[in-house]
C-alpha cells in the first residue's frame, strides 16, 4: 500500500482573475521536500482553470473542475464536459459534491455517470460521500455513506478514482467529527469500496477527509489511518492556509 496523499482545494464559486496570485504564491512554496511528500491541486472555477495553467502546472500543482456533464458535447446550455475540462488543462474533476447534490438535485446515479465520463476523458474523478446532521444524528451515517459508495462509484473504475468523506454538517461550519469517528468512517469507506470494485483495489483509492479541514486541525486530521489527504474549501482560498495544511504532512 503506497498512496501518495493528496490535498485538494475546492473554490467553489469563488476566484476572479487576481486570485491567481494566490495560486503563484503556492506554487512557489510547494518546494521539493514538500513536492515528495504530498500532491496538491486546486480546483477553481472553469472560467480560471486555462488562466490558472502556466502558473500552476510549472510548480507541479494539479487543476481540477469542480462538475462535468455526463456527454462529451452537446445541446446543454451553461454545463461543461469532462473533455473541455480535460482540455483547458485539468487532470481531476469533483464530483457528486453535497453542495451539488442540494442544489442541483444530484443523486448518486448521476453522480456515477458523471464519473464514468470523467474516466473516459482521462480526468480522475474525486467523488463526494458524506451524510447530513440529520442522518448522522439518526445513527444512519455508516449506512448512507456506504449506499453512497455503492452507488456513485463506477464499478470497473481503476485506482484513478479518488472518494473524499464529507459530513455535510462540517463542511463550511467550523465543526468537524471525533477522529475516532473519522477512522471509523475511513475504514469502513475502505471496505465498502472494496466490495464495489473488488480484486484489492480500494487499496490504490485515496480516501480524502473534507470538511472544516485547517491549519490549526489537519495535522490530527491527515494522520487518522485511511486517511489519505484532505478536499479543503475555505482554507484553500489562501496560499497562507492552504500551504500550512499541506505542511501538515
Ligand atoms: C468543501 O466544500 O468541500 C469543504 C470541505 O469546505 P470547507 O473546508 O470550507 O468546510
Redesign the pocket.
Known amino acids: 500500500m503506497d498512496r501518495c496523499p493528496l490535498v485538494a482545494g ?1 473554490w ?1 464559486m469563488n476566484g476572479l482573475i487576481a486570485s491567481l496570485a494566490e495560486i503563484a504564491a503556492m506554487g512557489t512554496a510547494y518546494d521539493l521536500a514538500l513536492k515528495k511528500k504530498v500532491e496538491l491541486i486546486i480546483c477553481p472555477p472553469a472560467t480560471l482553470i486555462g488562466l490558472a495553467l502556466d502558473v500552476a502546472m510549472l510548480n507541479g500543482i494539479g487543476l481540477g473542475g469542480q462538475d462535468c456533464h455526463a456527454a462529451e458535447s452537446g445541446a446543454h446550455t451553461g454545463d461543461i464536459s469532462a473533455e473541455m475540462l480535460k482540455d483547458a488543462g485539468a487532470t481531476y474533476v469533483i464530483l457528486g ?1 453535497s ?1 451539488r447534490r442540494a442544489d442541483h438535485g444530484e443523486t448518486d446515479n448521476i453522480v456515477r455517470v458523471k464519473a464514468t465520463a470523467a474516466l473516459r476523458a482521462g480526468l480522475k474523478p474525486i467523488i ?1 460521500v458524506g451524510e447530513t446532521r440529520h442522518e448522522r444524528e439518526a445513527g444512519e451515517a455508516l449506512s448512507v455513506v456506504g449506499r453512497q459508495i455503492e452507488a456513485s462509484l463506477p464499478g470497473d473504475a481503476p485506482g484513478t478514482i479518488v472518494v ?1 468523506y ?1 459530513p455535510v454538517w ?4 467550523g465543526l468537524t467529527p471525533t477522529l475516532e469517528d473519522v477512522a471509523q468512517m475511513h475504514a469502513f469507506a475502505r471496505e465498502r469500496i472494496e466490495a464495489r470494485l473488488g480484486g484489492g483495489k480500494s487499496e490504490d483509492v485515496r480516501i480524502l477527509y ?4 485547517k491549519p490549526a486541525n489537519a495535522r490530527e486530521l491527515m494522520h487518522v489511518p485511511n486517511v489519505d489527504g484532505a ?6 482560498l489562501t496560499a497562507r492556509d492552504f500551504m500550512a495544511i499541506a505542511e501538515a504532512y
Open positions: 475546492n467553489k459534491h453542495e463526494c473524499a464529507e462540517a463542511i463550511g461550519t473534507g470538511g472544516s479541514v478536499l479543503v474549501g475555505g482554507a484553500s
